[in-house]
C-alpha cells in the first residue's frame, strides 16, 4: 500500500529560525508531490507543485526538495515568521494510484513571536 | 470571490438523516473531487469526477454519493448519516491536460459535519 507520512506531527519553533518540515513517501514512481498549508476555517492552500522530473521548487521564502530514489521530500521555510503557524501538508500522485492523491497527516507549525 | 466555495461551512445533524454538501468552482476546472479529513490523518476521496458524465469512487465512497450537476458544480450526499462521518469535509478542482499526472489542485474552504 502506497502511503506518506510526515514527521514531526508537530513543531514549535521561535521566529525568524530557519526550519525543515519532512515528507516520506513508499514508491519512487511518481507523477508529482504537493505541499499544502491548512489554516483553520480556511481550507487548504497549495503551496508548491513538484513534478517528478524536478528536484526543486521555490516560491519566496519557501523551497521544496524533491528526492524520488531515497522516498523524501523537504519543505524549507527562511526566516520564519508568526504568520506562517498553521498545518502543512505533503500529497503525493503515485504512477499507479489512479490519479488520486495520497496525503501525509501533516505537520502542525507553531512559530513562537 | 473564491474560487471553489462549500455550502453549508458547519452543519449539525442527527443519525439517519440525509444530508447534502455542495460545491462550486468559477476557476473553469473539469475535474472535481470530494475528500474528508479526519484529526490526525491525512485527508482521504471519496468520489471524483473528471467531467459531467465521468464519476469514480475513492478510497472511502461507502456510504456516500455524489451528482455532478454541471461542470461547475458537485454535490455529495450522505444518504443516512451515522456518526463516524463526523469529519470536516473538502471539496477541490483540478484542469485537465495532456498528462493528468501534472495536475494541481485547489482546495475549497471545507465543511464541518458533526453527526449526533
Known amino acids: 500500500k502506497q502511503e506518506v507520512t510526515q514527521i514531526p506531527a508537530a513543531l514549535s519553533v521561535p521566529e525568524g529560525e530557519n526550519l525543515v518540515l519532512n515528507c516520506s513517501f513508499t514508491?519512487?514512481?511518481?507523477?508529482?508531490l504537493q505541499w499544502f498549508r491548512q489554516d483553520p476555517g480556511k481550507g487548504l492552500t497549495s503551496l508548491l507543485l513538484?513534478?517528478?522530473s524536478q528536484r526543486e521548487q521555490t516560491s519566496g521564502r519557501l523551497n521544496a526538495s524533491l528526492d524520488k530514489s531515497s522516498g523524501r521530500s523537504t519543505l524549507y521555510i527562511a526566516a520564519s515568521q508568526p504568520g506562517d503557524s498553521a498545518t502543512y501538508l505533503c500529497?503525493?500522485?503515485?504512477?499507479?494510484?489512479?490519479?488520486?492523491?495520497?496525503w501525509g497527516a501533516g505537520t502542525k507549525l507553531i512559530i513562537k513571536p | 470571490d473564491a474560487d471553489v466555495t462549500q455550502t453549508p461551512r458547519n452543519r449539525i445533524t442527527k443519525t439517519g438523516k440525509r444530508i447534502m454538501l455542495e460545491c462550486s468552482q468559477t476557476?473553469?476546472?473539469?475535474?472535481m473531487y470530494w475528500y474528508r479529513q479526519d484529526p490526525g490523518l491525512g485527508l482521504r476521496l471519496i468520489y471524483y469526477?473528471?467531467?459531467?458524465?465521468?464519476?469514480n469512487k475513492g478510497e472511502i465512497s461507502d456510504g456516500y454519493s455524489v451528482s455532478r450537476q454541471a461542470q461547475a458544480k458537485f454535490s455529495l450526499s450522505l444518504e443516512s448519516a451515522i456518526p463516524n462521518q463526523t469529519a470536516l469535509y473538502f471539496c477541490a478542482t483540478s484542469g485537465a491536460t495532456g498528462d493528468s499526472g501534472y495536475n494541481e489542485q485547489f482546495f475549497g474552504p471545507g465543511t464541518r459535519l458533526t453527526v449526533l
Open positions: 513538484i513534478q517528478s
Open positions: 469526477s473528471f467531467d459531467v458524465k465521468d464519476i
Open positions: 500529497a503525493v500522485r503515485f504512477m499507479d494510484s489512479n490519479y488520486q492523491l495520497i
Open positions: 514508491d519512487s514512481a511518481i507523477y508529482n
Open positions: 476557476k473553469g476546472h473539469d475535474r
